[in-house]
């Protein structure tokens, strides 16, 4: 039961579900929520596959540095969700459409 | 048996956290069903022997960014507000049927990328590869990090820094100027 | 000690950063301003107080601190074009930075007081600095190329504070007539220092000696209007022509009377003690190059008119600070007079004698000025009892510029008058020079004590400007300056031993040590050069100071025993007339202005046609204003004019213009239907097109991005995988 299939299926529907938070909602802080799902979806296969193939580790350093690199975006990205929500008193994502045209 | 039954608890939690957050209109539900998602993710590296990343999983994601968004949540007013500045009304934050349509749609092309490759990777993937006994990480790991991957884990130490200082700066609410 | 880039190099940069600090702060905070400037040249003060007993310890004519570094170098195969910067310091350097730095902390002292209700009280210390880091640049400097770069600055300076007082029209006038009169000398300055690179090919003092000393000018001529003149002559006379401009000799000399509209201290520190000197620094280090271009008469002449023209207009000025500065061009031309006659050493300390007692006579003149608002002498009269301090240091100026024994000015200028009767002895042609410098001293003492007996003494004329005149006081930043300037005017620290090479002996030769260190580069000592060494700055000092013999006074300045016999006969004979001339002088001022026995009235009414020439300055103004710029420079211009008008204008310019007509007709058809219609209005039709499928991709939206991303992934998949 435990087995390479099996882990990647479901990181295949962390993976999935990640990517439907990201789009459907319009919430900035619900879309790293999505982003942050997606980053542990990566993480467990890399540990999967250490598991499955060779076992000598390189995979788990992987996910520890997605960690740290996620743990960081996610200081970076609610720093700047709060500083835009001082400027512009909403997390809206479509407020945040300066590019616009 | 003991493992079997951990991994169906963890894959039925983190699965099921994963489609709560999907579909919970209250931002702060959809936090906490991501912790879960969370605490199921740790079970699973647990299952495939990978101690010491399930406790880093638990530690900085449960103890940390977790908490770090309630924070923001709760800073930034919760599910948000669906009027924009000028009175009219803006698609839900939690979305609406449209957006989950689309994200539908991008989902379905996504999985179609990624089960391509999967299928891609399991063809020459061996089905009799053989699987080790678990055995404690911690040492191992160490030694890698501070022996082969030196480079990057002082490069990631130093982006930790920049993250810590840039988020710092960023979030500061600047002195309005009144001259 | 060691000399290295921070035993050096603040000498100059303090002054300059203290100049580019307070440019920034000095509107806000001017006192803090004022102090940064008045500290920052003290400290270089005490540096080139360092580096002078350094000197006077080694007591060697040789020593000497050469450090380079190159600055550019556009050298291209054989051809070389290497720049280098460096400074270069000897005896003559080392006095020369104590001067100035000396003299220019005092008048930064003074000037706090004197300009403190200036309602542009920073703005002077502004200038004051950059000027001060300028001259100390030029005294530093090893080579041409620097020292014309500063040069150029102080003439800058110069021209700032001369126009400090920009809302008088007088004072505008005479900033620009000064930088364009100087300009004259900067231009003959410039191409002499081309003239020299094309021969040297480097502008370095020491490399210009060796050039000399290895004959490399020898035979070398140009063609000046197809006649033969020999690049030494030329490149000499082109850098004596800058030292005209800068030093106010005869012809260039107009300028100098002008500049006393600027503030005194200014006067005192620029136009007295060091930039007008900088001229004369020049042309005693090109001394070599005057000797070879055989031009050393041609400078005795300019210096003794100078010397002569400049005392007699001094004579009738009644504005105090005019009578100084026409003092100030008569004794500059006592200095190039003395470089004219060989008189190397005396014509430098007369240049260091002449900035301590100028600089402390123009204080002094501030302070009266200071005192009782005005500077007409015939409204002065028994200041005296006013300013009683003020009274002594001038007195004690007084005695030095005429010259009287146990003064600096005696020492000096003696000792030039002494080599001229010594050349006039010997050549005839030198006879006038010694005459007029005679002359010149004769009124040089009168004119003088004019001055300070108009001033000081007898009964105040104008009683209104006397009863308001300020009681002096004595105070660190008012009259303590002109006491200790005034203490210099002794000739005891110019001839007498300080050296420690002996004990102080105020009467005798032996302990010169002022003839005994500066070294005249003369034929004959030339080759000594080849062995003197640069360094880089980084560079340890590795010159060995106990291995340089000890200077030894030679009494026969290297004369055979006779010859030296001669000259001390001539020089004895000079002395005692130059003694005589000056108490002459001083006994002719006083029983005229003081005792009254000789009426000056009747000399003014019986010579009424020099009386007049002398009013208007020989008519130099007349002439460069009247007949050069009126009529040669003006009809040349409207004839330009005309030419510009008539010629250009109407054929050239308005044919030109039928030309474009015609086809600017033809372009318009074609630049309406063709370029406007069909490409223009065609680009902006497919830009609309364009931007109308973009703006709805372009929507800001970052989900619709991601989205979109995804599909063109999954399209790149499935093509991959089919």
Not at chain 2, 33 to 62: N, P, R
Not at chain 3, 290 to 304: C, P, Q, R, S, V
Not at chain 3, 628 to 633: A, D, E, F, R, W
Request: include cysteine; charged fraction near 10%; charge should be neutral.
């Amino acid at each position: 039961m435990i087995n390479l299939g099996s882990y990647l299926g479901i990181s295949f529907a962390l993976f999935i579900c990640g990517i439907l938070v990201m789009i459907a909602r319009k919430n900035i802080i619900a879309i790293l929520l999505g982003i942050e799902l997606i980053l542990n979806a990566s993480a467990l296969n890399f540990a999967a596959y250490t598991k499955f193939s060779n076992n000598n580790l390189d995979g788990h350093i992987l996910s520890l540095f997605i960690i740290v690199t996620a743990a960081a975006e996610a200081a970076v990205g609610l720093g700047i969700v709060i500083r835009f929500f001082q400027l512009r008193e909403s997390i809206h994502i479509d407020d945040a459409a300066s590019l616009q045209n | 048996m003991f493992t079997n039954t951990l991994f169906l608890l963890s894959a039925a939690l983190t699965l099921g956290g994963a489609i709560a957050v999907v579909y919970s209109q209250n931002l702060m539900h959809a936090c906490i069903y991501l912790l879960a998602s969370f605490f199921g993710v740790a079970g699973l590296y647990a299952c495939i022997g990978a101690d010491f990343l399930a406790a880093t999983q638990l530690v900085v994601y449960a103890g940390g960014v977790v908490i770090l968004m309630l924070f923001a949540i709760m800073l930034t007013g919760g599910t948000g507000n669906n009027i924009n500045r000028y009175g009219l009304e803006k698609i839900a934050a939690m979305g609406n049927k449209k957006t989950y349509f689309f994200a539908g749609i991008t989902a379905i092309l996504a999985s179609l990328i990624v089960l391509k490759i999967i299928a891609n990777v399991l063809k020459d993937q061996s089905t009799t590869a053989v699987i080790t006994a678990n055995a404690p990480t911690v040492e191992r790991i160490g030694t890698l990090l501070a022996t082969d991957h030196i480079l990057a884990f002082e490069i990631s130490s130093v982006m930790l820094l920049g993250a810590l200082i840039g988020a710092a700066v960023i979030s500061r609410p600047r002195k309005e100027r009144h001259d | 000690m060691d000399y290295t880039f921070w035993t050096i190099a603040p000498i100059v940069l303090l002054p300059f950063f203290a100049f580019v600090i307070n440019a920034f702060i000095v509107k806000k905070f001017t006192k803090l301003a004022v102090a940064i400037s008045t500290g920052s040249i003290f400290v270089s003060f005490l540096f080139a107080l360092r580096i002078f007993f350094d000197f006077m310890n080694v007591y060697s004519v040789g020593y000497h601190i050469h450090k380079v570094f190159p600055w550019f170098n556009l050298s291209s195969g054989s051809h070389v074009f290497e720049v280098k910067m460096g400074i270069y310091i000897d005896n003559m350097t080392s006095v020369m930075l104590l001067m100035v730095t000396g003299v220019a902390t005092l008048i930064h002292v003074f000037s706090t007081w004197y300009m403190h209700d200036d309602p542009r009280f920073g703005r002077f210390f502004v200038y004051m600095s950059l000027f001060t880091s300028a001259m100390l640049g030029l005294v530093l400097s090893d080579n041409l190329l620097s020292v014309f770069i500063f040069w150029e600055l102080m003439g800058f300076c110069s021209y700032s504070l001369i126009g400090f007082y920009y809302e008088k029209e007088g004072a505008g006038n005479a900033s620009m007539k000064a930088f364009m009169t100087t300009r004259v000398g900067d231009v003959f300055f410039l191409l002499g220092i081309l003239a020299i690179w094309s021969v040297v090919g480097n502008v370095s003092f020491v490399d210009i000696y060796n050039a000399i000393a290895a004959g490399k000018f020898n035979g070398l001529t140009i063609s000046v209007f197809s006649i033969g003149v020999p690049v030494a002559t030329l490149a000499g006379f082109s850098i004596f022509m800058g030292t005209m401009g800068k030093s106010a000799q005869v012809p260039l000399q107009v300028w100098l009377p002008d500049a006393m509209w600027g503030p005194t201290p200014c006067s005192a520190l620029i136009h007295a003690a060091t930039m007008v000197a900088a001229g004369v620094y020049l042309s005693l280090r090109m001394y070599p190059l005057m000797e070879l271009g055989h031009l050393t008469t041609f400078i005795a002449y300019i210096g003794a008119i100078t010397a002569f023209g400049a005392a007699t207009i001094a004579l009738i000025q009644t504005d105090i600070k005019a009578v100084l500065a026409y003092s100030t061009i008569s004794q500059l031309g006592y200095m190039v007079l003395g470089i004219g006659v060989g008189s190397y050493n005396a014509s430098f300390m007369h240049l260091i004698t002449h900035a301590v007692f100028k600089a402390c006579l123009f204080l002094s003149a501030g302070s009266v000025i200071h005192s009782i608002h005005c500077q007409e002498m015939p409204q002065m009269g028994g200041l005296r009892k006013k300013l009683p301090y003020t009274f002594f240091a001038m007195l004690l100026c007084c005695f030095a510029i005429a010259g009287v024994p146990f003064f600096s000015g005696f020492v000096s200028k003696d000792r030039i008058l002494g080599d001229a009767l010594v050349m006039a002895f010997n050549n005839p042609v030198y006879i006038p020079v010694a005459l007029l410098g005679f002359g010149g001293a004769l009124l040089t003492a009168f004119y003088m004590f004019r001055m300070l007996f108009l001033t000081f003494l007898g009964e105040p004329r104008d009683h209104h400007i006397y009863d308001h005149a300020h009681e002096e006081h004595l105070g660190w930043n008012s009259n303590i300056p002109l006491l200790i300037l005034s203490v210099f005017t002794l000739g005891l620290f110019y001839s007498g031993s300080f050296t420690g090479q002996g004990e102080v002996n105020l009467f005798g030769s032996r302990n010169e040590w002022f003839s005994t260190l500066i070294h005249k580069p003369d034929a004959e000592s030339l080759h000594h050069y080849a062995e003197y060494k640069s360094e880089d700055f980084g560079d340890v000092d590795t010159r060995d100071k106990l291995e340089l013999p000890k200077a030894e006074y030679d009494p026969n300045h290297g004369m055979s025993e006779e010859v030296a016999h001669h000259v001390h006969y001539i020089h004895h004979v000079g002395a005692i007339a130059s003694v005589i001339i000056a108490f002459a002088g001083i006994f002719l001022a006083f029983s005229m202005y003081v005792k009254k026995s000789i009426s000056a009235d009747w000399w003014a009414q019986t010579f009424v046609g020099w009386r007049r020439a002398l009013q208007n300055k020989y008519y130099f103004d007349d002439l460069y204003i009247g007949k050069i710029i009126q009529k040669g420079l003006i009809p040349f211009n409207n004839f330009l004019a005309w030419f510009d008008m008539g010629i250009y204008d109407k054929y050239g310019v308005d044919g030109w213009a039928a030309v474009n007509r015609f086809a600017y007709t033809v372009s318009r058809w074609f630049d309406n239907t063709v370029i406007d219609s069909g490409m223009v209005d065609g680009t902006g039709w497919s830009v609309r097109a364009m931007n109308t499928i973009l703006r709805w991709v372009q929507s800001g939206k970052i989900q619709l991005y991601f989205i979109v991303l995804i599909a063109v992934l999954a399209g790149y998949v499935w093509k991959l995988s089919f």
